[in-house]
């Protein structure tokens, strides 16, 4: 919402509105010249001097009994979604909107990062608050408009992408959807609102994405795929565009080649990637065919993927322990909430450490998102958390969900196939930093993860630490 109310005000407009607490977010958007009231009162759509002429909200995130929606719907104000108003800031620009289960935010950072570096201005507004830029929005003087299409309530059928890109396709959001054939569909559908001129751009290495290709393919829709070299011979019915050939873990970065294959002949790319893990690899080769089609220079796209620093909450360095009993540990907080990101996430760490060659660890504390993800996913996120050495799961973090009764984190934990004393349930969320301290020796890599809460126990852990 941050974003969207930052575009706003660099295109000129009144924006009013409230949030639950202070933040960083809240205190920019009041500094470029928006009222933000603290809490939500009826009377705080009156900030303007004036009622507004449209309310925005977010269905998932907004409970319709809001006090500003109900007086919103007392005075026959129109109320939107944030997709209906992303949809109308973004018409007249070439519309750049990646999708997919995972990596939404990592790929549209990356892309924005890459056209930058290619001399382009993108105007942008995705998930997470860009390391390097410091924001999650931007109104550019270019053509281009880079965007985060979200799934998780069919928003994404707002858009008509010129480019759409999606990542992966693996069910999720099963409270919303009801089933993971409703979920694929959806996808579908995204596919058939590109524009006649435009271009899918799917994920060879994942067989539900290149399936979702194969069949826009058949309906005559313009496909490019993107991937290993495996996976691009494997789903050889569908072109090409980035080839992934090498791939160098190393103890800082990972270093990549790619062959573009849009061009004739093939050209070798090649840059190095800060941020680790191969889903990371993927979104670099996504981004990068994203930027091609959009008619940036290649090889100043490949530049500024080495440039990339990464996204607030994607494996995100929080700090380190500089002395002391455990020097040398240092911690990471990331967004991961899916199992298949928990896997991703914690596999990329481990290949850090092995590359590191120091015989650290790799310690999490996770905290489960939604009481029905959790009780979906139980034994897959049991299996993606046996992937550390240590791990301690918070309770659930219900959000928009009330508890379900005799429902707890437990149900992960007691399908765990790491030791008993390295698997462990810590209901206290207070008592956490301790807990990990316990589980933690010197020079490991510490992992907050989680969709909710858990992101503020990254300092108090480091703290912990460094007594």
């Known amino acids: 919402m941050s974003g969207v109310a930052r575009i706003l005000l660099n295109r000129g407009s009144v924006v009013t ?23 939500h009162d009826a009377k705080n759509l009156e900030q303007a001097g004036e009622l507004p002429t449209v309310v925005v909200t977010s269905f998932a995130a907004i409970p319709k009994d809001n006090p500003e929606l109900a007086r919103a719907a007392e005075e026959n104000i129109p109320v939107i979604r944030r997709s209906d108003l992303l949809a109308e800031l973004m018409d007249g620009y070439t519309q750049v909107l ?9 790929s549209t950072s990356m892309a924005v990062v890459a056209f930058q570096a ?32 979200d799934e998780s309530d069919a928003s994404l ?69 993107y991937g290993t070299l495996e ?42 990637l800060a941020i680790p893990g191969r889903h990371m690899v993927l979104n670099s080769a996504a981004a990068l065919l994203a930027g091609v089609l959009a008619d940036a220079d290649p090889r100043r796209l490949a530049t500024g993927l080495g440039e990339f620093t990464g996204v607030r909450r994607r494996f995100e360095y929080r700090g380190d322990v500089a002395e002391g009993e455990y020097a040398g540990t240092r911690v990471y907080d990331d967004y ?10 914690l596999g990329a760490a481990g290949e850090k450490v092995e590359a590191e060659g120091s015989g650290s660890r790799v310690v999490v504390c996770f905290q489960p998102h939604l009481y ?67 589980l933690t020796r010197p020079g490991d890599i510490v992992l907050t993860m989680g969709a909710g809460s858990v992101t503020m126990l990254a300092d108090e852990i480091l703290d912990a630490l460094a007594e």
């Not at 949030?19 to 958007?29: F, Q, W």
């Not at 992934?244 to 093939?266: C, F, G, N, S, Y």
């Not at 992960?412 to 209901?427: G, H, R, S, W």
């Open 17 to 39: 509105g409230s949030d639950v607490k202070n933040s960083r977010p809240v205190r920019a958007l009041v500094t470029m010249g928006a009222k933000v009231a603290i809490g």
């Open 98 to 106: 990646f999708a997919g289960t995972h990596g939404k935010t990592s």
């Open 118 to 149: 290619a001399g382009e201005d993108p105007s942008f507004a995705i998930g997470g608050q860009l390391n390097r830029a410091g924001t999650n929005a931007h109104h550019g003087t270019g053509s281009a408009f880079i965007a985060e299409a």
């Open 157 to 225: 059928l707002r858009y008509q992408p010129d480019i759409a890109v999606i990542t992966n396709i693996e069910p999720d959001h099963l409270d919303y959807f009801g089933s993971p054939e409703a979920y694929f569909q959806v996808f579908d559908e995204f596919a058939d609102r590109v524009s006649p001129d435009g271009h899918l751009v799917v994920c060879l290495d994942d067989d539900h994405a290149a399936e979702c290709g194969r069949n826009a393919q058949n309906r005559g829709i313009n496909v490019l795929g």
């Open 231 to 272: 996976a691009c011979e494997r789903h050889s019915d569908i072109t090409a565009g980035v080839v992934i050939t090498e791939e160098d873990v190393q103890a800082t970065a990972t270093e990549v080649t790619v062959d573009l294959r849009t061009v004739t002949p093939t050209v070798a790319l090649s840059y190095s």
């Open 336 to 345: 991961a909430h899916h199992p298949t990101e928990v896997a991703a996430v």
């Open 372 to 438: 029905s993800r959790t009780m979906e996913f139980a034994g897959e996120f049991a299996e993606a958390l046996s992937l550390a050495d240590a791990a301690v799961v918070l309770d659930i973090f219900g959000a928009r969900e009330a508890p379900v009764e005799g429902v707890d984190s437990r149900i992960i934990v007691d399908k765990m196939t790491l030791a008993p004393e390295n698997a462990v349930f810590e209901k206290d969320f207070s008592a956490a930093p301790q807990t990990v301290k316990r």
